[in-house]
């Protein structure tokens, strides 16, 4: 079945370090790819998606490009900030069936300190 | 409303109690899905419905679950029975299309169930 494997956390970084969390994936066919935020306290957010090999999703200085040949699809941002502080999910929707749910990575927990 | 209401916010439950968890999704949006969240984990499906149908139910753990969406807005998810693994986070999500890979789900803030 779908699944995706995200890097484990916590992750501690100082204020305008340069963030990359990981993100891999097993599925069938063609999936969309998101990356969902979780900040303290809130509900889920996305944050930013690709729909197809090669495009890249940017959203709040976040980017992650969609690499079919290594069907990754990890997270960077250049310079972190403290309220960048929260847990980030990789997830994937494949299409086709009924499979219009979401599956989910596991989280990686991100503190940024000041 | 302006986003995805869920109530309660907090429950505790007892061992063997049943209990009734309340999304009101986005006015106007067709698609509307359950998660389970356990502790540390990312979010597992539960089900999905698209209006007042039920069009995939195949993430329910066990016959004790079951959701409904009777007038295709509000939904309730109920757990008979409750057992001490089903303590979780119940997240709904709305969306607002009716399918597809790349619709954009909008969560609540979920309902964090205890049970003793």
């Known amino acids: 079945g779908d699944s995706v494997t995200q890097m484990e956390g916590p992750v501690t970084l100082s204020e305008e370090a340069f963030l990359t969390i990981n993100c891999t994936y097993t599925?069938?066919?063609?999936?969309?790819l998101f990356w969902y935020v979780q900040y303290p306290g809130e509900g889920l957010q996305l944050l930013l998606k690709?729909?197809?090999?090669?495009d890249k999703g940017s959203n709040k200085g976040f980017e992650a490009t969609y690499r079919k040949e290594t069907t990754s699809f990890h997270l960077e941002k250049g310079s972190v900030q403290v309220s960048d502080s929260a847990v980030y999910f990789c997830?994937?929707?494949?299409?086709?069936?009924?499979?219009?749910?979401?599956?989910f990575g596991s989280g990686t927990q991100l503190t940024v300190l000041p | 409303g302006a986003g995805v209401s869920q109530s309660p916010r907090y429950k505790v439950a007892k061992r063997g109690q049943d209990v009734a968890l309340r999304c009101d999704p986005i006015?106007?949006?067709?698609?509307l899905f359950w998660y389970q969240q356990a502790l540390g984990q990312g979010p597992e499906f539960l089900t999905y419905?698209?209006?007042?149908?039920?069009?995939?139910k195949s993430g329910l753990p066990s016959d004790r679950f079951f959701a409904e969406r009777p007038e295709g807005s509000v939904s309730t998810l109920k757990i008979q029975r409750t057992q001490q693994e089903d303590s979780a986070v119940y997240l709904c999500?709305?969306?607002?299309?009716?399918?597809?890979?790349?619709?954009?789900?909008?969560f609540g803030p979920g309902t964090r169930l205890t049970v003793l």
């Open positions: 999500a709305s969306s607002l299309g009716g399918g597809g890979g790349a619709v954009q789900l909008f």
């Open positions: 599925a069938t066919g063609y999936p969309s």
């Open positions: 690709a729909t197809k090999a090669d």
């Open positions: 997830a994937l929707s494949a299409l086709g069936g009924s499979a219009r749910q979401l599956t």
């Open positions: 006015s106007g949006h067709v698609s």
């Open positions: 419905f698209q209006n007042e149908a039920q069009l995939d």
